[in-house]
């Protein structure tokens, strides 16, 4: 985006919020005249008109509010990781509080928390493991963490990890007991270690892929868990199948205590998020926290 594109679109976001563009120009420190020409250059370069004039109001259009839609979250976004730049320059202190699944302590928290907590001293950190779909703002947490997929378009999200991989595992006993499966339907055959879902308190169905097409598969089986870590401890003690973050089993896989079937099945998810709502005032050890786990790529 250009940065006259960049503009415009802050001064029609800033218009269209306020309902006016006494109150807009003030907000963005320019005139109004000159204000009322950007909006107007927008939209005759769109060729579509984006606000409702009369000489009381200004309300934007059926497609004005579209693109507010659209955009809000973007500038919401920008305007939110400032603020967390701007906090770092203090010395951050204080407490954050996260909610997450079990296993993103695993995958993302556990190899870089020490390195954090000692170069913090200041801050503490709270992990709350509970595998819903929290409602962070009603539970007061600073944020949570999800696979990418999961995420509200409403709230900021910040990478912590690589794509996460899945894939269904059992011990070589079990497999000395029942032949492994061909593909996931003959899953209804097997042992099936599930995973009740705390939000809705179903259980969850697996998830597989292949030649572009998405499907789910409900699973049975004597064994329920709430969480993936006693799953994968089942699926080695050779009571069944497990289906978890390959990530998760790779060190049982490697010693042989699991093997892997339908590789070619098991779908790869991106990967773990945090995210937060962008209006909240956040603390300068929150802004340290977020800078210190975002996922930066090789």
């Given at each position: 985006m250009r940065r006259d594109e960049f503009t415009e679109m802050r001064a029609f976001l800033e218009v269209a919020r306020e309902r006016s563009f006494t109150r807009a120009a003030a907000k963005l420190g320019v005139t109004r005249s000159a204000l009322s020409h950007t909006i107007r250059t927008l939209e005759e370069?769109?060729?579509?008109?984006?606000l409702s004039r009369t000489t009381r109001d200004v309300a934007p259009t059926a497609v004005g509010d579209?693109?507010?839609?659209?955009?809000?979250?973007?500038?919401?976004?920008?305007?939110?990781?400032?603020?967390?730049?701007?906090?770092?320059?203090?010395?951050?202190?204080?407490?954050?509080?996260?909610?997450?699944?079990d296993d993103a302590v695993d995958l993302v928290f556990?190899?870089?928390?020490?390195?954090?907590?000692?170069?913090?001293?200041?801050?503490?950190?709270?992990?709350?493991?509970?595998?819903?779909f929290t409602n962070i703002v009603e539970r007061q947490f600073d944020a949570g963490v999800r696979l990418g997929e999961a995420i509200a378009r409403d709230m900021v999200?910040?990478?912590?990890?690589?794509?996460?991989?899945?894939?269904?595992?059992?011990s070589p006993e079990y497999f000395e007991r029942r032949a492994?499966?061909?593909?996931?339907?003959?899953?209804?055959?097997?042992n099936c270690v599930n995973l009740r879902l705390p939000t809705s308190g179903g259980l969850y169905a697996w998830e597989f892929e292949k030649d572009g097409r998405e499907f789910s598969v409900r699973?049975?089986?004597?064994?329920?868990?709430?969480?993936?870590?006693?799953?994968?401890?089942?699926?080695?003690?050779?009571?069944?199948?497990?289906?978890?973050?390959?990530?998760?089993?790779?060190?049982?896989?490697?010693?042989?205590?699991?093997?892997?079937?339908?590789?070619?099945?098991?779908?790869?998810?991106?990967?773990?998020?945090?995210?937060?709502?962008?209006?909240r005032n956040h603390s300068s050890a929150f802004a340290a926290f977020v800078e210190a786990f975002r996922y930066r790529s090789a």
């Open positions: 370069r769109l060729g579509i008109r984006l579209r693109l507010v839609q659209s955009i809000e979250h973007h500038f919401e976004g920008i305007t939110a990781e400032i603020a967390a730049l701007k906090a770092m320059s203090d010395k951050p202190s204080g407490h954050v509080r996260i909610v997450c699944p556990r190899a870089r928390l020490p390195a954090f907590l000692r170069e913090y001293a200041d801050i503490t950190v709270e992990l709350i493991v509970d595998n819903g999200a910040v990478r912590l990890g690589p794509d996460v991989s899945y894939c269904v595992v059992g492994a499966p061909e593909s996931p339907q003959a899953l209804a055959e097997h699973v049975d089986g004597q064994l329920v868990y709430s969480n993936i870590g006693s799953a994968i401890d089942a699926a080695v003690d050779g009571v069944g199948l497990a289906y978890a973050p390959k990530d998760l089993v790779r060190r049982q896989l490697e010693e042989g205590r699991l093997k892997e079937v339908l590789q070619e099945w098991c779908p790869t998810f991106q990967g773990y998020h945090l995210y937060y709502p962008s209006r």
